[in-house]
T-cell receptor, first 109, second 115 residues
Framework: GESVGLHLPTLSVQEGDNSIINCAYS??????FIWYKQESGKGPQFIID?????DKRQGQRVTVLLNKTVKHLSLQIAATQPGDSAVYFC????????FGQGTRLTINP | NAGVTQTPKFQVLKTGQSMTLQCAQD?????MYWYRQDPGMGLRLIYY???????DKGEVPNGYNVSRLNKREFSLRLESAAPSQTSVYFC??????????????FGPGTRLLVL
């Protein structure tokens, strides 16, 4: 069946450094991938998405990379700030989204 | 523009009781979704409604029913609550399905405890 997994459940970075959160997916037929940020006590918030016909997409301070050969997705956050502390989820799918377990990002001052 | 709203925010039930979780969106979205999130886990899809008048099962539909009341509202019903249904429930909506670039927007969640 479909599954989306994360390499690391937690990630701790220094404020100002770049963060890289990784995600593996198993469904090679997926054509849409998305990253969400979830702060404590809140619902997931859209960060950035990418279609399967692309390998890179940039937003404001965030970049998503897609490697379809190894079925790997990553989220890069530039100049990490305290407000970036949250759990980050990747999700993939077509008609329905399948979510990964999530990575908790903590920022050290 | 409130986005996606959910009621109630918190609920405590006894085993066997029933309740309905309400969700409404004011973005004129076609698709709506119900997820559950258990501690330390990602979201799992319970049911979804691709468009008004249709509903389909997701990954974990057992023990739940849904009603797409109209384009704005999508409710989730627990007929006989069980402790295993203790979770945080999120409703989401999107204009299009994911493969067409339909970003899902989430509500604030309902925290449900079944004793």
């Amino acid at each position: 069946g479909e599954s989306v997994g994360l390499h690391l459940p937690t990630l701790s970075v220094q404020e100002g450094d770049n963060s890289i959160i990784n995600c593996a997916y198993s469904n090679s037929a997926s054509d849409y991938f998305i990253w969400y940020k979830q702060e404590s006590g809140k619902g997931p918030q859209f960060i950035i998405d990418i279609r399967s016909n692309m390998d890179k997409r940039q937003g404001q301070r965030v970049t998503v990379l897609l490697n379809k050969t190894v079925k790997h997705l990553s989220l890069q956050i530039a100049a990490t700030q305290p407000g970036d502390s949250a759990v980050y989820f990747c999700a993939e799918g077509a008609q329905k989204l399948v979510f990964g377990q999530g990575t908790r990002l903590t920022i050290n001052p | 523009n409130a986005g996606v709203t959910q009621t109630p925010k918190f609920q405590v039930l006894k085993t066997g009781q029933s309740m309905t979780l309400q969700c409404a969106q004011d973005m004129n979205h076609n698709s709506m979704y119900w997820y559950r999130q258990d501690p330390g886990m990602g979201l799992r899809l319970i049911y979804y409604s691709a468009s008004e008048g249709t509903t389909d099962k997701g990954e974990v539909p057992n023990g739940y029913n849904v009603s797409r009341l109209n384009k704005r509202e999508f409710s989730l019903r627990l007929e006989s609550a069980a402790p295993s249904q203790t979770s945080v429930y999120f409703c989401a909506s999107s204009e299009l399905q994911p493969s067409l670039g339909g970003t899902q927007y989430f509500g604030p969640g309902t925290r449900l405890l079944v004793l």
